[in-house]
């Protein structure tokens, strides 16, 4: 999506990846097919692009500081190095003045001995390479803790309280060389099973006040680490409306692909604009919107049936749906195969739109649990 919102700019884009089947290199103008720091190919890109951002916050830190040293890089190394490790994530929040869930760093048996009970029941995160839940063990007890801790390998985790959750919500940012900064209105986010599900975005989503103060901490949190190019920051909403800051992702972030269809700019339009420097407007969202997840599980009508796409037409034959497919070859079950944008005139139309298009897919009604 990044490389069609740059190629549309004039652009020609290059993908760096290591997969063979990579969707972004299959409509690149280059794919580089090799590992991230395989330096020969680290040059090529360098000798082929003006400017470099990554799109998936796990490409090694030593990867971009490599290439930073021949052609920008937005985000930055320090930026990425902080989001790869939720332990520095944290920390770099505190910094901010922005409260995350109570949590312990769990690197050491002693570490782990020395959990307060307040902590549980907890889930217990590793601190690097996790992502759509993966990497992330709920625990009750103790015991469960020390289990979990064990069935990770031994490696660095936070362990977190497990808060009440009200509902979830997420800022994007877009944040230029110069510190101008411009953002996208708060989506309201509904996971199921630790998976975005669901993003609502509309004026009334959520109290305008408690959205200012989430698009203020996002701010706080871009600006403490000079970040430069499209940051999201998750949040939790409490009952009694705190906010409690989750995590951070340094790229385009899957609550912000609405902004494809119902915003005059989109959150991978003002990633091209901040890494070639161009100027960063505000974004206007023009329509409400719902947009859908849509998981390989679609593809899958029962335990040993054989992968088969859903049929889109009847889903498409509604008003305002918008469908995106990512051009991944294999449908796995909990894996992001594409998502549904559907915008209209006003929420009520489209929140109706959206639980039909729900049901014919076989998903559960959008904001429901
Ligand atoms: P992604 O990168 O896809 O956002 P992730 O694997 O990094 O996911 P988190 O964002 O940490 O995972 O958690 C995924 C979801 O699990 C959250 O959006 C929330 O619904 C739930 N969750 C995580 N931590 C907590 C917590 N401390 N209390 C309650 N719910 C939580
Ligand atoms: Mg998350």
């Known amino acids: 999506m990044f490389a069609h919102a740059a190629q549309r700019m004039g652009y020609f884009t290059a993908v760096l990846d290591p997969d063979a089947d990579s969707p972004a290199g299959r409509v690149s103008h280059f794919h580089i097919h090799s590992d991230y720091t395989d330096v020969d190919a680290l040059a090529r890109l360098a000798g082929l692009a003006d400017a470099v951002t990554t799109e998936f916050e796990n490409v090694p830190a030593s990867a971009l500081e490599h290439l930073a040293s021949a052609r920008p890089v937005a985000p930055g190394a320090p930026a990425i190095a902080i989001a790869q490790d939720r332990i520095a994530e944290k920390a770099h929040f505190g910094r901010c003045g922005v409260a995350c869930a109570p949590y312990a760093v769990i690197e050491s048996a002693a570490n782990l001995e020395a959990v307060p009970d307040a902590l549980l029941p907890g889930i217990l995160k590793t601190a690097r390479l996790g992502y759509d839940g993966k990497g992330q063990q709920r625990v009750a007890t103790r015991a469960e803790l020390a289990a979990a801790w064990d069935a990770s390998g031994n490696v660095a985790c936070v362990l977190e ?36 599900a669901v993003t609502e975005v509309h004026e009334e989503n959520m109290p305008a006040a408690l959205a200012q ?34 995590e951070m992702a340094p790229r385009p972030h899957n609550s912000g692909h609405y902004t494809m269809d119902a915003c005059d700019i989109s959150q991978f339009e003002l990633q091209v604009r901040t890494m070639a420097g161009l100027p960063l407007n505000p974004p206007r969202q ?40 990512y051009g991944k070859t294999e449908a796995r079950r909990a894996r992001k195969m594409g998502h549904l944008n559907i915008t209209g005139a006003d929420i009520a139309s489209v929140r109706s739109t959206a639980d039909f298009a729900a049901a014919l897919l076989g998903l559960p009604i959008p904001l429901s649990e």
């Not at 309280?161 to 986010?189: T, W």
């Not at 040993?304 to 995106?324: I, K, R, S, Y």
Request: glycine share 8%; charged share 20%; net charge negative.
């Open 161 to 196: 309280k497990r808060m009440p959750l009200d509902y979830e919500c997420s800022v994007i940012v877009a944040r230029g060389h110069d510190g101008q900064m411009v953002n996208f209105p708060v989506q309201r986010n509904l996971h199921r099973d630790g998976i975005l």
């Open 213 to 246: 103060r989430a698009i203020d901490a996002t701010k706080r949190i871009a600006t403490g680490i000079d970040y430069v190019g499209v940051l999201c920051v998750e949040f939790f909403v409490l009952a009694d409306e705190t906010l409690v800051v989750n």
């Open 286 to 325: 023009h329509s409400p919107a719902v947009m859908l997840n849509l998981l390989g599980d679609l593809w899958f009508s029962g335990p040993d049936a054989p992968a088969m796409e859903p049929g889109w037409a009847n889903v498409l034959a509604l008003p305002g749906v918008h469908l995106h497919l």
